[in-house]
């Protein structure tokens, strides 16, 4: 069983406010060191069931949130090309995600946006709203690949259950308001225990599939950020349509890639 773990930093336990987050201070070293710990509880779950090859990726604002020295050396750390080049290759048997929050627009869902928080106000896949757990999930389909675990808040858990109902969740705290949350008891407890359910259980969870060819739509908050975003991929010469003043659209007939999926310019 090889297994593929994607983290992002705010569904991890121990960060309940978004000034935990914030790069260059005191709490965000704390907020990482809770990243490392909650991706090694994973990590050792993985290793305790089985689990032959182990990926992570630091997903969360591009990445320089995990220092590689601190995690568990049985996983290794790839980046976005090479986790697409282990899913052409068929070498992942199920997809993990750690760190999950619910997407832009989520009432109770702590810091919920999708991808970029400031500018992105829906993204869509095939007509319908996507989190940025269904976006991989998605891209995980298109190569068969289950995503059979989330961990986050609540509402991350329970967005994920409405997107793949077999998936397995560790909610580890819940929103009080969109930029605070509290903590849940036995977040270690809770994310093993979910971890090794998943993975026990991952061949009886269904890949999230979508139809292709897939539309894609992505609607920013305002005209500018769009007409930004519209230059620039025409310039890389980019078929994209043009909706309204702050959406666009394409059609993908084949996905080989996490940017196939994205406007990025
Ligand atoms: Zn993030």
Not at 152 to 157: E, P, T, W
Not at 200 to 221: A, C, E, H
Request: aromatic share 8%.
């Amino acid at each position: 069983m090889n297994v593929f773990i994607m983290t992002d930093i705010e569904g991890i336990p121990g960060i309940t406010s978004i000034d935990d987050i914030q790069r260059g201070t005191e709490s965000y070293d704390n907020a990482c060191c809770m990243l490392e710990k909650t991706l090694n509880w994973v990590i050792d779950t993985c290793v305790e069931n089985g689990a032959e090859n182990i990926y992570y990726l630091d997903g969360h604002g591009g990445g320089g949130n995990i220092k590689e020295e601190n995690i568990n050396p049985r996983a290794v750390k790839v980046n976005i090309e090479e986790w697409a080049k282990l899913l052409q290759e068929g070498k992942i048997d199920c997809h993990l995600e750690v760190g999950s929050h619910a997407r832009a627009g989520t009432l109770g869902g702590f810091l919920d946006h999708t991808f970029n928080s400031k500018v992105i106000f829906e993204y869509m896949l095939n007509g319908k709203p996507c989190s940025e757990l269904s976006f991989t999930a998605a891209l995980c389909g298109c190569f068969d690949v289950p995503c059979v675990l989330c961990v986050g808040d609540k509402a991350a858990c329970r967005q994920a259950k409405a997107y793949i109902p077999a998936i397995r969740t560790a909610a580890v705290k819940q929103g009080t308001e969109r930029n605070r949350c509290q903590d849940l008891p036995n977040a270690e407890q809770i994310v093993k225990e979910a971890t090794a359910d998943a993975l026990k259980d991952y061949r009886n969870i269904p890949p999230y599939k979508l139809s292709l060819p897939i539309t894609v739509q992505q609607t920013t908050y305002r005209t500018d950020m769009t007409d930004r975003i519209y230059a620039a991929l025409l310039e890389k010469g980019q078929t994209v349509e043009r909706v309204d003043a702050r959406t666009l659209r394409k059609t993908v007939t084949e996905v080989t890639n996490y940017f196939d999926l994205r406007f990025w310019a």
